[in-house]
Every structure is written in C-alpha cells, then in structure tokens.
C-alpha cells in the first residue's frame, strides 16, 4: 500500500521504542487536538474504519498497531497492560504536545486509561471507552471465565489452523471501506497475529484485578463510555453484567456520560460508528 493521503486512513508511519521495535501507525488530517484509537484485544488499526477518516476531515485522527499486531514488529518481553500502555506513551510522545483525546475499544480501554492518569488533564483532553473491559463487572473474575481464557492457548492455534479463525473473525469487519477490509484481512489473521492475541490475554485477568485493587486515578479528565446494549443470544447473561459494571464505572467519575448504543453489541464501530464520532467531536 502506498504511503499517500489516498488511503482512508491517511499516510503510513513509524515510530521506533527505547528497545528497538518498530511500531506502525497511520494518520489523518491537522487541528489542533489529535485523536488516538486504540483498538481491542488483537485487534490492529483496521478496525476503525468506519469512525477514523471521519473524524481525519475535522483533525488529526491516528490509528495504530499494538507490537505483533498488523504492521508493528513483535515483542519479546511478555504483553502486560502497562507493557501495552508504554507502547501507546511512547506514540503519544512521538506525536506531539497534544492534546490528545483517546479512544480505546474493549482492552483498549483499560490501556488509555492507564496513559490518561499517567499524563493527567495538561495533555489529555479525553477519554472515550467503546464498550470497554471493565474491572467493575465481576465475571472477569469468576471461575468460568478462567477456565474460558485458559482454554484459548487450544483453541486459536486450532481455528488458524483450519482456517476458521480469518473466516469467523473477518465477517464483521466487511461493513469497512474496501481498502480497510483488504488490510485487515491480510494481517489481522497471521500466526503472528494469533500468538499476539495469545500474549495479550495471559495475563488479561491479573491485570484487571489490579485495576479493581488500586483504580487509576483520572482527576478531572472527561470520560465519555458507550456500552452497547442490544443482547444477543450468544450474550444473554453477560451482556447485562457488562452494562451495569458500565453504569457503575461512569457513576463514579464526575461529570462523565454513558452512551447506550441500543442497536450495538461489543463491535460498535461497526454497527453504530457514528454514535463514536458524535461523541469524538463533542470532545474536540
């Protein structure tokens, strides 16, 4: 792909850490605030492709690739929440003096409020969680959810293997631009891509409980948490576990909104990107 402002996402660039990787990241139009997208557990760029080049024609819009994950080089060193947040300071750093608004979806959330609270109000102007992990819900922590997460280290190796993986996890993402649609399936598919969906979650629960034993704190920094409330069947009982942990999370930080996404489930961007740019743009 050329590194032209043709692509919907805007130019292609990299950024290099304190120990060498190589971390890839894209980037749409200026302003005066810069908007940062973090994407969920194994998930690259390209899954903002709905929400990013529209906020791109307001300001600086940046999506970028967590290490392992599509373009951005692996990490040896094991995939801890404050590994994934120091990758996501080190971009910020690179970018400017911001500020920066920052959008995490899914583990996504926990990573940019861990950078939030580390920079504090002077440099973030915002927080915008889309349907995100959230350590107030508490079947993160129940015996089933062990035993679910254990049993990934089997099952991904076994549905990349058989192809089922790019074809399951691909199908929600056509709804994308073409361009964007043809990246992700590409790269979001890989081995590598499996072993980095493998590292991010061993130690997904143990980090989430520590968030629940000392919370980040994020001061006077706007929070804005969009919970997708439609329940399937496939999320009958955690669905609603997961908006109430939600509606506990935004109780408890002053002057935040929750955003009940009524016609969503966990992939908002897909289904109601634009409830994600109202609210972006709300904040810029």
Known sequence: MPDTQTHPFGISHYIETPDGR????????????????????????????????????ATRAVVYDRAGIGRSEADSAPRTLARIAGDLSCLLQQLGSGPFILVGHSWGGPVVRSVAASLGPGLIRGLILVDPTDENCSMYFSEAAA??????????????????????????????PAEIYADHKREDFTAQAGRTILAEGRDFIRDLKGLLDQPVPLGSIPLTIISGTHISRMEKKTRPVLLEAHRKTAAGHPGSRLVEASRSGHMIMYSEPRLIVDEIMRMV
């Open 22 to 57: 190589k971390l890839h990241y894209m980037e749409r139009g200026s302003g005066a605030v810069t908007v940062v997208f973090e994407s969920g557990m194994g998930m690259s760029r390209s899954c903002w492709g709905l929400v990013q080049p529209l906020i791109g024609e």
């Open 147 to 176: 035993k679910h997460y254990g049993r990934m280290d089997f099952i991904i190796p076994l549905m990349m293997k058989s192809g089922l993986y790019k074809l399951i996890g691909s199908r929600p993402g056509r709804v994308q």
